[in-house]
């Protein structure tokens, strides 16, 4: 199966994130109020710092000839979209809700693991699309089948369809990638019927390695924005977009011009600023040309947080960041689709080959482990615990819990128990009886929460890999848990292709104690899917 065969697990059409994203509110990082001096610009004194007037000389180091420094407007720029190559080890996400007359499709990434970059996001796009839902007069409630291409890469475009009613579409893409630092752009637009309305359109800046981060406006130094502003209009009326005479920004008020300076986009020797033809109070505006102010002329104006961002971006090395464990990104499974895989009867032989694939497509899992394998591979049972992934106990040697006595019943469990927790140092949270095997004298018995399943791959009975990854994604709906077995080659190679579909259908993988908010159901009682 694979990438080609996505269109076969979409069961229904939807909605899908459109332009530039939004969101404002984090807070930046902290600025020096004294790094740098205020230039004369355009716009006023301190003549000795000031940048080299527009056509002036620039003759840079070792240059001969005359450059010319000035800001240019260009309708025609294209604004940077990088890809998952050049922009790696990011973690796509999708937040969508669809209803007859109603849709939201949200997109953003998040750099892998747990950061505050990461979890501000993660709390500005919750508030976006929950925000969304109530103002429609609905509790949110995330699905699938809505977006075509579903999760898909970090901030891919993807295919736009007709929305109907009202929706409300998110999109991000990533503009800067170099070094430690990330840059990503989003956008908000609200559709209703034929009309279209931006609400937010800002560029997002962090630098994974030291935690700082920002939007556009955080680039400048507080209390320089006029000065940024006098640039802009000094690209619109060198392009012939203002009158010579005239700064259509002077009136502009200090919050709508952090509105407008936040969706810059920092390229190797521009920074790029989506300037309205006609501003409007709130600093969206209408009718957006792009206007590109070299980085020199801004030198004076930036934070050192901009600074460094802009350097980072000049510079050009490939972005990295840390590797984190497979199944360590933070999930809400109240407000993305969440489905959770689960692999029994391990660890074998085939166990490490699956991490590595898990880790790959970074897709957590639970596993429900038998003591005696445990005895046997402790060292595999250590390592899913360092990829973050969820242990389950599966009895000492799999027996029919309904046919043993309970003193039995409890050596099975606790003898698990132990192994698991001598092996890995972690205690396990939940129990699948084998085959599902469960009565009310075992619930009782047992001392953990039961967790059973809703989706069958029936992979034991070895039908074929493609057969058990249509099974693992077709059947699967919101809070769907998906049983298969790491005892069968047939399945191991499946998980590419099940993971690749269930987020083509756009759902989140978590962890089965993840689907419950972190704190699975009390001991004894029995569940086979995740909230929905």
């Known amino acids: 199966m694979g990438r080609g065969r996505r269109s076969r697990w979409r069961t229904g059409v939807g909605l899908v994130a459109l332009l530039a994203l939004a969101g404002c509110g984090i807070v930046p990082p902290g600025i020096d109020d004294q790094a740098g001096r205020t230039p004369a610009s355009t716009a006023g004194s301190d003549q000795s710092d000031a940048p080299q007037s527009p056509g002036a000389s620039d003759p840079g180091e070792g240059s001969t000839t005359s450059t010319p420094l000035q800001p240019r407007a260009d309708l025609g720029y294209r604004l940077p979209r990088l890809g998952p190559g050049t922009a790696p080890g990011l973690v796509a996400r999708l937040a969508a809700m669809a209803a007859p007359d109603f849709a939201v499709v949200v997109r953003w990434a998040t750099p892998a693991g747990v950061t505050a970059f990461g979890d501000a996001l993660d709390a500005r796009f919750a508030d976006l699309a929950r925000g969304a839902a109530a103002a429609h007069g609905v509790a949110w409630t995330p699905g699938v089948d809505i977006a075509p291409g579903g999760v898909g890469s970090a901030c891919a475009q993807h295919p736009l369809t007709p929305p109907t009613g009202v929706s409300l579409t998110v999109d991000c893409q990533i503009v800067a990638a170099a070094g430690s630092v990330v840059g990503e752009r989003i956008s908000v637009l609200r559709r209703d019927g034929r009309s279209a309305a931006p609400l937010e359109r800002t ?16 680039l400048y130094r507080p209390g320089a924005e006029h000065r940024v502003l006098a640039l802009l209009a000094e690209g619109l009326r060198d392009g012939g977009f203002a009158p010579t005479t005239s700064d259509p920004f002077a009136a502009l008020p200090p919050e709508a011009a952090r509105t407008m300076l936040a969706d810059t986009v920092v390229t190797a020797d521009d920074f790029v600023v989506q300037v309205p033809l006609e501003p409007t109070p709130d600093g969206l ?23 460094a961002v802009h350097a980072a971006v000049a510079g050009g090395a490939p972005f990295r960041v840390a590797d984190a464990p497979a199944a360590a990104d933070p999930i809400d499974c109240t407000l993305v689709a969440c489905a959770s895989i689960t692999f029994d009867d391990g660890p074998t032989s085939l166990t490490d080959g699956l991490i590595d694939l898990l880790h790959e497509w970074r897709a957590p899992a639970t596993f429900y482990l038998q003591g005696v394998n445990v005895e046997k591979r402790p060292e595999v049972a250590k390592r899913l615990v360092a990829e973050g992934h969820e242990l389950g106990n599966h009895t000492w040697n799999h027996p029919a819990l309904t046919k043993l006595p309970d003193p039995e019943v409890r050596a099975q469990v606790k003898r698990t128990q132990t192994a698991i927790a001598a092996a890995t140092g972690v205690t396990a949270r939940s129990l699948r009886p084998p085959y599902g095997d469960v009565d009310k004298r075992v619930r009782g018995v047992v001392g953990l929460p039961i967790v059973l399943w809703d989706v069958d791959t029936l992979d034991w009975t070895e039908p074929g890999s493609e057969v058990v990854a249509e099974r693992a994604v077709g059947e699967s709906s919101r809070g769907s848990i998906v049983l298969m077995h790491d005892t069968h080659s047939g399945t191991v190679a499946a998980v590419p292709d099940v993971v690749d579909g269930l987020r083509d259908r756009g759902f989140t993988l978590a962890t089965v104690t993840e689907q419950f908010g972190g704190t699975l159901p009390a001991a004894g009682q029995t569940v086979s899917h995740g909230p929905r």
Not at 203 to 218: I, L, P
Not at 286 to 302: K, T
Request: no cysteine.
């Open 203 to 218: 560029a997002w800046y962090a630098d994974v390695a030291t935690g700082e981060f920002g939007d556009g406006s955080a």
């Open 285 to 307: 505006g209408r009718r957006l040309v792009s206007v590109l102010v070299p980085a020199r002329l801004l030198a004076p104006f930036l934070s050192p947080f901009g600074a």
